[in-house]
């Protein structure tokens, strides 16, 4: 049996290499050891590719290896979530509630729709909101849903205030230890995330799969 550590940089390794063969024969090996595909995605070849947009940055590697590795991680990212999502529909969701919506005076759906979607097979319960929705629905919602993060999209600058908005009302409503808060959209950055007070940003849907698995963990220890 290969160490659940060593699997995760063979992952990895796979993707900064662009290789297909090693990506999928890694995974082959971690159903047998009936490991946590999830965990194997966003720890192994999630970071591999988070290394890789870093290699990219720096200039060690070129456009056309990015766009290839981009593509492998692509594949073995949907064929991950394919078989999460058949698994979904024999086991209720364990991992959390999430609550979300697409701030006021925002349209914008389909992101958050990924995003939803993707948290679902995840293993979350999902309450999806839809857009244009105002920071006191969202809270009530969030209330009665009893969920643990709040997530929130703002694909336009004119609209990230709704964000922070959202942060104050938690703030004055005595609601900020009770949820977590988590905050995505083109215009937004972790660095705004950090201004407003909101506990985490993901800048895509697996992206936010891990931030909210991180997030989630973090919680419990601080209830134990």
């Not at 679902?120 to 244009?132: H, I, M, S």
């Not at 006191?136 to 709040?150: S, V």
């Not at 937004?188 to 201004?195: E, Q």
Request: proline share 2%.
């Amino acid at each position: 049996m290969i160490d659940k550590q060593a699997l995760y940089q063979e992952a990895a390794e796979a993707i900064m290499e662009a290789n297909e063969t090693k990506a999928n024969e890694v995974l082959a090996m971690a159903k047998e050891q009936d490991m946590d595909l999830l965990d194997l995605l966003v720890k192994g070849y999630s970071a591999g590719n988070e290394q890789l947009g870093e290699r990219f940055d720096k200039g060690i590697i070129s456009l056309p290896e990015l766009i290839y590795a981009a593509q492998v991680m692509k594949n073995i990212t949907d064929e991950i979530l394919g078989i999460l999502n058949e698994k979904r529909e024999e086991v209720a969701p364990v991992r959390g509630t999430v609550v979300l919506a697409t701030v006021a005076g925002d349209v914008h759906d389909i992101g958050k729709g990924i995003v939803a979607s993707t948290l679902r097979t995840a293993g979350f319960k999902v309450y999806d909101l839809g857009c244009e929705v105002p920071v006191e629905t969202i809270l009530e919602k969030a209330k009665e849903y009893n969920a643990d993060i709040i997530g929130t999209s703002a694909l336009l600058t004119s609209t990230l205030a709704e964000q922070k908005k959202l942060e104050k009302l938690l703030v004055e409503t005595e609601a900020k230890d009770r949820f977590i808060t988590m905050v995505g959209g083109a215009p937004c950055t972790s660095r705004w995330a950090r201004k407003i007070g909101a506990d985490g940003y993901s800048e895509n849907a697996l992206d936010a799969v891990r931030v909210a698995m991180i997030l989630i963990e973090k919680k419990k220890k601080e209830e134990e």
